[in-house]
């Protein structure tokens, strides 16, 4: 009995982990802010983006090393299977004039170990190298910013179409349960012989036709979701569901905001080219450093011994030590006008860099204008369709009845539903446009992550 009520305990605490493992759908379907807000936590593009912050952070780091004190230690063992002989002049030792006595130097095992401090006392460029390493750091957090905003502007496209095709979608089935409704009343009056088979044929042809229309938009539904999925980082074979837009209800059209006058300072790509002035100055402030010295300071300290045997572990046999104090110093005065080239070079990429400064203020207002006059327009255009819409539901419901009291042909009727298809799917077609309106306006300025995150 207890060990069926600890495995039932056990099984229960398995279900319950594996359900906060799994992502819950929030209720009535994601909304833009929440699926730009999962692809912050899970798409590889922003995941990658901070993963090379984090390396530039270390690659600072790096450099405040390369001042502090570098400690080596270094050591050898050498086993002289052959000494090597040397010879020594005869006379030495009393031998005849020309002739050499063969002798051997040194021991079979030597050992060395030594220790060596080094610290820069004076570097010119290290100044200079430190502040680019945090201006790097710099440039990465915005490319991590513009990750993120790039990726929301995919996401803000791909749901925005999602939610017009799905728009599409249910007007279609909308229109399709009434045109089963009216062929069923058809296939009535059609037994009873007050209708034509022709007209029952065109009734049944326009049917058929919204009935290929909502295949091929399902189709188009899937394709769309996957795309959608995709720029969130979520895996395909999750289910994704949307919180639908409501054509019935007032489409309200919000004024663009005003643009500021230096808007184009709020963009990340702006930013980093900024950034990368900067570095282009301290790489070449740093490369006129050169033409000062280096001044180290280093210390050693070392012991060998030398045996005939190997008993270097032996406590009681002698170790010689040594050690030495010094200074480096590194200069070179002349390198054949190598760094006054380098100099030329490092203006004219500052040059450069300052010219993509002024393009890409250019190109932010130009966007943001085309922008502009594209929305304006679209507002327009919308109402008009709202309104041709309208139009068009009372053509078809006064043609309906037309038809039903024999004043009316089919063709008539069918034509008054495909003028609201019509009119529907060109609503639809201004709802993407007028979407995508708004947010190149919002990218250009360099808010979109603002902008989508309120939705």
Known sequence: ?????????????????????????PAGGYTLAQCVEYARVNNPNIKIARVNEQISESQTQQVIGRNLPQVSVSGSVLDNVKIPVQLLPGELAGQP????????????????????????LFDPSFGLALKAAKIQTQVQAQATLQAEQTQAYNIATAYYQTLVIDLQRRLTIRDLTSSDTLLQQEKVRLQNGTTREIDFGRIQLNRNNLQSQLEQIARN???????????????????????PLEVEKELHVNELPDVTNRFFENRPDFKQLVLNTQLQDLNRQSNNRGYYPSIGFYGTYATNAQRRQFNFFDGGLPWFKSSTLGLTLSWTPFDGNQRRYRDR??????????????????SAQLNVNNAQV??????????????????????????????????AT?????????????????????LINLYQARLDYENAQGTILQYVTQK
Not at 226 to 243: D, H, V, W
Not at 345 to 362: H, S, Y
Not at 375 to 393: K, M, S
Not at 410 to 430: E, F, G, H, M, Y
């Open 97 to 120: 004039s020309g002739t050499f006595i063969p002798i051997q130097f040194g021991t079979q095992y030597n050992t060395t170990l030594t220790g060596r401090v080094d610290q820069k």
């Open 410 to 430: 089919s063709v008539t009727l069918i034509d008054s539903k495909d003028a609201l298809t019509t009119a529907q799917n060109n609503l639809a077609n201004k």
């Open 345 to 362: 070079e490092n203006r004219l990429n500052l040059e450069t860099l300052r010219l993509q400064q002024i393009l890409a203020r250019e």
């Open 1 to 25: 009995m207890k060990q069926t009520i600890l495995t039932a305990l056990m099984l229960s605490l398995l279900v319950n982990w594996s359900k906060a493992q799994t992502p819950t759908t």
């Open 374 to 407: 594209s929305y304006q327009n679209l507002v327009t255009d919308i109402q008009r369709e709202r309104d041709n819409i309208d139009l068009a539901r009372k053509i078809l419901t006064v043609t309906e009845l037309e038809y039903k009291e024999g004043i």
């Open 221 to 243: 539904y899937e394709q769309a979701i996957n795309r959608l999925k995709f720029q969130m980082g979520m895996p395909l074979s999750e289910t994704l569901t949307i919180q």
